[in-house]
Nanobody
Framework: QVQLVESGGGLVQAGGSLRLSCTAS????????MGWYRQAPGKQRELVAV???????NYADSVKGRFTISRDNPKNTVYLQMNSLKAEDTAVYYC?????????????WGQGTQVTISS
């Protein structure tokens, strides 16, 4: 079994920064792409940023220039550095990983971490 565990959410004032982390644990797996999604109240879950195994990145237009995604492969960890935070960044942030295991590829989700930006 593979688990994704997130950390780093919290309450911060507009203009501030937060760093989210997500670590995959388990055995017998390798990770393809990793990413972050978010879901605000009353809205659909949306992609925030994704990073491939080759370190190619893609960002939602709303976070370009403010958020940076990175990964530490030996630690099976993905990070999201969030700067210049805005009230509209308030959401539950979910980690996602495309994981190869047992001859197949599966999508895993973390439990979510709340990010609240006060204006």
């Amino acid at each position: 079994q593979v688990q994704l565990v997130e950390s780093g959410g919290g309450l911060v004032q507009a203009g501030g920064s937060l760093r989210l982390s997500c670590t995959a644990s388990g055995s017998g797996f390798s990770i393809n792409s990793m990413g972050w999604y978010r879901q605000a109240p009353g809205k659909q879950r949306e992609l925030v940023a994704v990073i491939t195994s080759g370190d190619s990145t893609n960002y939602a237009d709303s976070v370009k220039g403010r958020f940076t995604i990175s990964r530490d492969n030996p630690k099976n960890t993905v990070y999201l550095q969030m700067n210049s935070l805005k009230a509209e960044d308030t959401a539950v942030y979910y980690c996602n990983a495309q994981i190869r295991r047992g001859g197949g590829e599966f999508r895993y989700w973390g439990q979510g971490t709340q990010v609240t930006i006060s204006s």
